[in-house]
């Protein structure tokens, strides 16, 4: 691609290197426009004569159309892709959902030659209509060759995002305090209403029990029937060990233990279990503030029923230091 001066109308079809603003300052035409013979007439008559412009090249694949290619091959789910100004494409949520992101291949993807990818962050909700990701490619023109390696890579190993719908996702939600469920309800009510408002959701289904063993073991049994996506537990007291009351009680209904304590601040005494499919997440402390903890930043892929790891608790580190 090789960028010339040429006659305002000798320029059809071509690609502006630079973009063309009125002597007031306001932009005509934006750089990476395709000029168009309704543009010849525009220019001619705000009295442009010249302008700097290039043409494609064989082998060369224009800056637009190598962008819709790319964000067309890194999403999955509930995502739509729009071209938007500067040689770019966005993707957008088509629903409530959660944005899980591949970050070893982002990264891969971000260090080649050819185009850069800036996401919302991992485990992210994202509301219908909301950006979660925007593609930008090389200027003007992409080697064909290039995109091509790119996008057999996205095909080997793709998608860069998958966009979980989040539904209409019940949560369960056990009060739990040494002497009285009703005291942790009492203190915790509010605030986890204003968590669970905050995450989209509309149903939860509540059970208030005195901490211990055989009636918290109940008590999850009991939410369990009610099927919801996960369980939160809100406990007055603060385990120090996996063996203590909940983690006790969660071993006796058959729970197995994914993760206990979380590089996240606050939050580090979270303790993440499974129950057939069914995440159980218990965090002390964490409800005692609406401040954004390590609930917060699980809930959108648990409430998406994707089955968060230990191994990605672990990760949450790199950013984890909340407040």
Known sequence: MHAQSVEVTASSGRVLYRAIFLPGGRKLLSRGHVVSEEDVYLLKGKGVTEVWATELEDGE?????????????????????????????????????CLLVDGALLREINAGPTAVISTAANFARASLGQRIATVKCVPFAVPRRDLELLLARLGERGPVLHVRPLGNPA????????????RAKQLFQGVMHQRLERAGVR?????????????????????????????????????????????????????????????????????????????????????????????????????????????????????????
């Open 61 to 97: 694949v224009g800056e637009d159309e190598a962008v819709m290619e790319v964000a067309g091959r890194i999403g999955r789910g509930a995502v739509g892709v729009r071209l938007a100004a500067g040689g770019r494409a966005n993707l957008l949520a088509t629903e409530d959902a």
């Open 171 to 182: 949560v369960g939600v056990l009060y739990s305090d040494s002497l009285t469920g009703a």
């Open 203 to 323: 149903s939860s289904f509540t059970l208030a029990v005195t901490e211990e063993e055989n009636s918290v073991a109940r008590g999850i049994e009991h939410l369990l029937r009610s099927r919801p996506a996960v369980i939160l537990i809100a406990s007055t007291t603060a385990p120090a060990r996996p063996d203590d009351v909940i983690g006790r009680a969660l071993e006796r209904i058959g729970g197995s233990l994914e993760r206990y304590m979380a590089p996240v601040e606050p939050g580090n005494l979270l303790l993440l279990c499974y129950k057939g499919e069914t995440p159980i997440l218990s965090a002390p402390g964490c409800y005692r503030s609406a401040k954004p903890n390590v609930v917060d930043m699980l809930l959108p892929p648990l409430l998406a029923r994707y089955h968060v790891s230990g191994g990605e608790v672990a990760a949450l580190g790199v950013g984890g230091l909340l407040g």
